[in-house]
């Protein structure tokens, strides 16, 4: 019996060694292999990871997996930032390279952590049915211990076309010091600069962590900046406790560029007028951004005809928003013309960097009067009779706004009219001063009874000592005729005179 039973179990495996083996096939295993799992706080990384179907086992068929997605999900502070991946299939031995972005926060603890990956695949299950699968796959990322920086804030006084200081403060948000520290600032634009560089460096020999550091830089902002936000780049290279080195990541160091300073001119008022030297005034207001030290009004050039006694006013320091009045004495030639002129006025000042600096051009519009009368000029005694003659007497008034000395008046007639003593003086005249002058005038017989002009000028010194001509002056004389019936006084006079000298002669030679 026993030998029938050994002799069946031979046969058996004889059989059964002769009978090829059927291959055994694997349904789809997904799992994920990542070569560097270190990411940088304070930026968005790109993690990179290889998704394969390698199911365990000695199998010697896996089947494809088709239609993969991949759901990535946050874990903790870390904010993935990609929705999906999809891959078409995936077979045995064909890994798909996949990234996800992951947003790490500055300050984010140093360790390892597990992002979820919630993976859905369909696989083909051998009997011609299609299978879903939905499995959890965890990627490991680690944030590595050590000093980690943070831009904290940023104030800058530097307007366009100028220059100022640049404060920038950061933080080591990491949880190890750092020691030897450079902080890089650069500039890649071309209206900002550091200094007379595009870039600048600050040193710290130790920066422990949670420690605030404050780096002042000297900035530059061209005149084609515009008044907005600029970006620096910042890096941080130190080294660590254990005397290992290392860098930060590129930072963005946020600038403002500030309006350049302006200033504006309000309450202009004027009382220049031709040929004299009169008031030019108004109020000067800082418009900002800052402040402006030892502010000076200028008067720029005004061309030939007018002339500043002073070419600048100090107003003083002003704050943005602040004004201040100022005044020019200005002379305008007799030469000039009347009405609507433009005056460029500007303000010269300090800036908080302790440059000097001129603000643009302020255009200044004011009018110019007509050039006025020396003199107020009227007649007291200017009515005679045809035929006869007398003082011709005038009051003459100062109308300008300073005294004149020397004054030296004169009388010009035309016939019928004539003159005798035509000049008269006065030592000096005070403003608003009229004095009486007089003069011998008189009228031919024959002159037609009307008004006649008698022109008069006058010669002085103003009150810088220039002798002066004044402009000519017309002053009216009214001639009436002689009364009817009355005789001419100057024939009878000489008349007179004529029977007067020829009874004198026949006396003389009766005598002799």
Known sequence: MKRTILVVLIVASLLVSAVPVMGLTSNPDLRTVTADRTITPGSVNEVSFQLVNDPDGPDDDVRTATSVRVRPGNTGPLKVETNELFVPELADGDPADLSIQVDVPKDVDSGTYRIPLRITYEYDNGAGSAVERRVTEYLKVRVKPGPRFTVVDTDSTAAVNGQGTLEVTMQNVGDREALDSTLTLSSASPDISLGSDKSSTRFVDSWAEGENRTF??????????????????????YERPDGTSGSSTSLTVPMRALPEMRFSVSDVSSSLRVGETNTLSGTVTNNGPKVAEDAVVTFEDPGPTVSPTETSVAVGSLDAGESAQFSFEVEVTSSADSGPRQFDLAVDYWDEEGTQRQSDTIPTRVDVGQESA??????????????????FSVTVTNTRDYTVTDVS????????????????????????????????????????????????????????????????????????????????????????????????????????
């Open 409 to 512: 008046a004169k009388i010009y007639t035309d016939s019928p009219l004539s003159t005798s003593d035509d000049e008269a003086f006065v030592d000096e005249l005070e403003p608003g001063e009229s004095r009486e002058l007089i003069f011998q005038l008189s009228a031919d017989g024959s002159a037609t009874a009307k008004t006649y002009p008698v022109k008069m000028d006058f010669q002085y010194d103003d009150d810088g000592g220039d002798t002066i001509v004044s402009d000519t002056y017309q002053v009216p004389v009214d001639v009436r005729s002689a009364p009817d019936g009355g005789l001419p006084v100057v024939p009878i006079a000489i008349g007179v005179l004529v029977v007067l000298a020829a009874g004198g002669f026949l006396y003389y030679r009766r005598q002799g």
């Open 374 to 391: 020396e003199f107020d000029v009227e007649p007291v005694n200017g009515t005679f009779t045809a035929g006869s003659g007398g003082e």
């Open 216 to 237: 002042e830089f000297d900035a530059r902002v061209s005149d084609a900046a515009q008044p907005s936000n600029y970006s620096l780049d910042a890096q941080v290279d």
